[in-house]
Each structure stands twice: as C-alpha cells, then as structure tokens.
C-alpha cells in the first residue's frame, strides 16, 4: 500500500506542480506527518522533492522533473483508455480500483494529450460478451483466485460437460483467462496441462500444500498450447453446402467455427441458373454435429456428402412425425 502511495503523490505531483501536505493527507486518507514520510522516502529514492513552509507552501518537485509514465505519445495515451468495461475486472471485484487507476493515470498524463485520452474513453466502448449470449456465470471466482495468487494448490469438484454429477480433481494452478467473456482455470492435473471453465466449477478447495508447477511454463504459454488444441482439433467431415445469398453474411458468422479455409473468403457461385445461391465448404467433427444446419431450415442445403444429407433428412423426418 505504501508503494502505491508513494506513486500516487508523485503523479499528482507532476500534474500539479505543488500540492500542500494537508491536501495529500486528505485525499490518500492519511495524517500529514505520514505525508511528510513519504516525502522523504522519495527523495531518498533519487526524487528532486522538497518542501516550502509558509502559507502558500507545499510539497513540489523539482521543475522539470518527469516519470516515464508522461512520456506516452499521443496514440499511447489513446490506447491507455481504450478499456472493457463491466467486464473481467468487475469479476474479479477490481471495478472500482480499475476505475479510480484510469483517473489517477489521467493525472500523469502530458497536458496536451489528456483531451484525446478524455475523448477514447467517452467514444470507444469494448464490450466483451458475444451476442444474445446471457452473461456467463462466475461461479466460485473469488475463492480460485485467491489460490492463485497465495500459489496453493486446489480440490476442485467439477463437472465435465456432458455430465451430470461432478468429479473431484486436485490441481495445480497456473492462472485465470477470461475468453469472450467466459473464465477458464489453467492448471495441471496429474502433471498434463488442462483447461477448466469456472462456470462449471461446484466447490473449491484451496490446500496447504503449496502448489507444484513445471519449470520454465508460464501461463501465456501455457494458455496458447491449450487454445491450439482447441480451435486445430481435426475436423473429420469435409461438407459442401448451398445458401441462400441473403443469408450467407448471417451463416457464416454463426458456422465461423466450421468454415473450411480454403473457403475463408466467402462462398461462390453455384455455378447454376439460379445465381441468387452461393456455395460453402465446410468441416465438422462427426456427421452428427452437421445437425446444426437444421436451424437454417430451407435456406441452406447440404451438397455433399451423402451420409449428412441421409442424416439431416432423417431428423428432419423424425421432426415432422413429433409435430405431425
């Protein structure tokens, strides 16, 4: 905490150029003789800080003094304040503290860029939920995060999807990610790396023992490694299909997980009459998870192969005989 203070007071001191000890005080919430400490643990530091008695005294640094902080350029103090809000940091309960860090950097920031950094943060807005998606559940957060940052090592109890009853597993945690939205608990489980929605996450134990990571993984790895394996998981069941032109930007952001690359610039022509259809390859995991395409009722039809269309048009069937 005193670390943080000390830099609080010397970027209210740059922005300002002299500020009275009382005022310090009151604002880091404080006594002045606290207050005059710190003075003097900055200037022990190698800060040019001194003070001036007298009625219009105060605590000033040396003119001309400057932090590397108020060295941002135009661009960096704009990219500075383009923040997700309502996101991550309001889930691990650092809202306000993310909030009251913007403002305490808006101080150090040089003069003449604090207008466009005022003007990104009013303008630009990232929001990271994806669409007519409700908000993911946190679930137990909290207690994870405090077993990451103390580095001990966790029971979980977990449920796998597909399951219904969870499972206990002892980790041994290497960190948090918030993907779009959702957080996911990185950590190894009998020494092989393995990912772990939170919202999937039933009871945490965090142990006394400490936690047991492998030399020279870092979470960033670590996370990258796992994500590969994620999104590059082969897709075994190359298929082709026909939509609708009308529909074509709509499909292929919700299959963009399925989009062939050699298909990554959009679809063609059909190559018939009807030009007003445009052809899409595709790639699934199983002939069954092709089913999705159910949803898109007669706008898109599946070309090829044979074994998706028998398939789709035996559920279809099936659904028409429940609704019959």
Same mark, same amino acid.
């Given at each position: &905490?005193?670390?943080?203070?000390?830099?609080?007071?010397?970027?209210?001191?740059?922005?300002? *150029?002299?500020?009275?000890?009382?005022?310090?005080?009151?604002?880091?919430?404080?006594?002045?003789?606290?207050?005059?400490?710190?003075?003097?643990?900055?200037?022990?530091?190698?800060?040019?800080?001194?003070?001036?008695?007298?009625?219009?005294? *105060?605590?000033?640094?040396?003119?001309?003094?400057?932090?590397?902080?108020?060295?941002?350029?135009?661009?960096?103090?704009?990219?500075?304040? %383009?923040?997700?809000?309502? *996101?991550?940091?309001?889930?691990?309960?650092?809202?306000?503290?993310?909030?009251?860090?913007?403002?305490?950097? &808006?101080?150090?920031?040089?003069?003449?860029?604090?207008?466009?950094?005022?003007?990104?943060?009013?303008?630009?807005?990232?929001?990271?939920?994806?669409? &007519?998606?409700?908000?993911?559940?946190?679930?137990?957060?909290?207690?994870?995060?405090?077993?990451?940052?103390?580095?001990?090592?966790?029971?979980?109890?977990?449920?796998?999807?597909?399951? @219904?009853?969870?499972?206990?597993?002892?980790?041994?945690?290497?960190?948090?990610?918030?993907?779009?939205?959702?957080?996911?608990?990185?950590?190894?489980?009998? *020494?092989?790396?393995?990912?772990?929605?939170?919202?999937?996450?039933?009871?945490?134990?965090?142990?006394?023992?400490?936690?047991?990571?492998?030399?020279?993984?870092?979470?960033?790895?670590?996370?990258?490694?796992?994500?590969?394996?994620?999104?590059?998981?082969?897709?075994?069941?190359?298929?082709?299909?026909?939509? @609708?032109?009308?529909?074509?930007? &709509?499909?292929?952001?919700?299959?963009?997980?399925?989009?062939?690359?050699?298909?990554?610039?959009?679809?063609?022509?059909?190559?018939?009459?009807?030009?007003?259809?445009?052809?899409?390859?595709?790639?699934?995991?199983?002939?069954?998870?092709?089913?999705?395409?159910?949803?898109?009722?007669?706008? %898109?039809?599946?070309?090829?192969?044979?074994?998706?269309?028998?398939?789709?048009?035996?559920?279809?069937?099936?659904?028409?005989? @429940?609704?019959?």
């Amino acid at each position: &905490m005193k670390s943080g203070r000390l830099l609080e007071i010397l970027l209210l001191l740059q922005a300002r *150029g002299q500020v009275t000890a009382g005022e310090l005080a009151e604002r880091l919430e404080v006594s002045p003789r606290t207050i005059y400490r710190d003075a003097e643990a900055l200037s022990s530091a190698g800060v040019p800080i001194y003070t001036e008695r007298g009625r219009a005294g *105060g605590i000033r640094l040396l003119p001309g003094y400057r932090t590397d902080v108020t060295g941002l350029t135009a661009d960096e103090a704009r990219a500075l304040f %383009v923040l997700s809000t309502g *996101g991550a940091q309001e889930d691990l309960g650092l809202g306000t503290a993310a909030r009251s860090a913007v403002l305490k950097v &808006m101080r150090a920031v040089p003069e003449p860029f604090r207008p466009a950094a005022t003007a990104t943060s009013q303008r630009i807005l990232v929001d990271p939920a994806g669409w &007519m998606r409700a908000a993911e559940p946190t679930g137990p957060l909290g207690l994870l995060q405090a077993a990451v940052f103390t580095d001990r090592r966790v029971r979980l109890g977990y449920r796998s999807s597909g399951q @219904r009853a969870p499972r206990e597993r002892v980790v041994d945690p290497y960190g948090l990610v918030c993907k779009a939205g959702v957080w996911y608990l990185v950590a190894d489980q009998d *020494g092989d790396p393995r990912l772990f929605r939170v919202s999937r996450v039933v009871s945490v134990v965090a142990e006394e023992a400490p936690v047991q990571r492998r030399d020279g993984v870092e979470l960033a790895g670590l996370w990258e490694a796992l994500r590969r394996q994620v999104e590059e998981r082969p897709a075994g069941v190359p298929v082709v299909v026909r939509v @609708r032109r009308e529909r074509l930007d &709509m499909f292929r952001r919700i299959c963009a997980a399925n989009l062939a690359e050699d298909n990554a610039g959009g679809g063609g022509d059909d190559g018939g009459a009807d030009s007003g259809w445009a052809v899409v390859a595709l790639r699934f995991a199983a002939v069954a998870a092709a089913r999705t395409l159910l949803s898109f009722g007669a706008d %898109v039809e599946v070309v090829s192969p044979g074994e998706v269309r028998a398939d789709l048009a035996t559920v279809a069937a099936a659904v028409v005989a @429940r609704y019959a």
